[in-house]
């Protein structure tokens, strides 16, 4: 099998003597592998994301500010010929992710060399060969279109390039599966710390009485076993950003310590007789509602005011069902050039039901079932397999049936009559659900605001707040607010 290249160039580059001195740079470099964009270099870039571009600007074109726009974690390097104007912020855009402010026409090949040789060094730690990647590792350039696709990601998008270039600790918040690590990453790689550690703890994989040794480190001697001393995360984040997953699984009794080091940049190590400075930047990412869990003393309330600084809630995707067809063709294309397979494209009636289905896993579940299904090649199973969840639309089952005849349709359901004041009493719960969440967006959290505006009770408003994460607990889901 061929080595796999590292580094993958888009380039829609019409100048000929351009393409020649491009070609002979990459021939001479095995670590690069190009390809010419298309007709829609928009679409190419979302069907396979490239690591950087090399653009060709023309007059009156408006492609660079559109892709700067579209796709923020792509570095651009711009080829402007003599005839044409720089594009407007071409210097501090391409500059800040490692090219120079772009290239003149017709190219100069120690130049080319410098701005590409330079460009290529700082990606080597974040574009590596989809061979040797970790799939549970999701990297900025995998997903460019998460953020691209709909209103709200590009929000997102927008409000995490506002945050980046500053220390202000980030709370991304929302349900499993969503992309919390992937918004996460792009926090970091947009921001002046790209070039330093980005150190990532699972506070719910690692067990209370071992959480405190892996965060801050141990002197030697300081409990049986300590043999030599280790440092933490803190300390191998020093400089750079730590991500803390899943803050809201994070014992209380942790939690004054990682205030301290919050507030005042210290920590003392297991057994050290000194305190430790560390200058780290640290994103956190839950699916709790972390306010209910403050009202059950189970999270500092002012640990939570601390770390929600600037808070990024992603919605699941239920409620974005119009990036599904994108996803699918990515996942598949991906996954098919990772195990040397060929993917048959799923049929319209298939992106249907697939659109219809609820995806409770969110991109997680929806990339493993575009994993099995370039492995397996059998959609009819894979569809199956959605039919026999319960699902969000009345007309998937139809589309199932409709899809392949080996797909068995599911008997109908009927729903259990209720009665005129249940189905009231249900109604008002839900108005008031709704009221609560919007309510505590608008106020940051601030529950006893919330309270007052809402002209209920404080304790009232807690009360109903912990009725909302029962529920969503019994689900096995999250209260988006």
Sequence with gaps: MPEQKQHRALLAVENEGARRALRGFFRARSDVAARNAGADIFEDIRNTPP?????????????FETLLRD?????????????VKPPPGSKPQTSRYGASEGLALPLDDSELAVCLGSLLSSLSCHCRPAAAANDAVPSLFDLPMLFNSSPRMIEIRDTIGKVADTNATVLIRGESGVGKEIAA?????????????????NCAAIPNDLLESELFGYEAGAFTGALRAKPGKFELANGGTLFLDEIGEMHPSLQAKLLHVLQDGEFSRLGAKHDTSVDVRVICATNRLLESRVAQGLFREDLFYRINVVTVTIPPLRERKGEIPNLIRYFLNRYAALYQRTALPLGDQALMAMTGYPWPGNIRELENFCKRYVIMGDASALLREIQSHPRDDSNLETQLAGFDSAVAPTPARSEPERSLLEIGRQAAWEAERHAIEKM????????????RRLQVSYKALLNKIKQMENEKIAQGGYINT
């Excluded at 796709?71 to 005839?83: D, K, W, Y």
């Design 440 to 451: 505590l967006v608008a106020t940051r959290w601030n529950r006893r605001e919330a309270a």
């Design 71 to 83: 796709f923020p974690g792509i570095p651009i390097v711009a080829l402007v010929p003599p005839e």
């Design 51 to 63: 690591c950087f571009i090399l653009l060709e600007v023309q007059n009156q074109d408006g492609r």
């Design 185 to 201: 990453r792009m926090v970091f790689m947009l921001s002046e710390r790209r070039d330093k550690a980005f150190v990532k703890v």
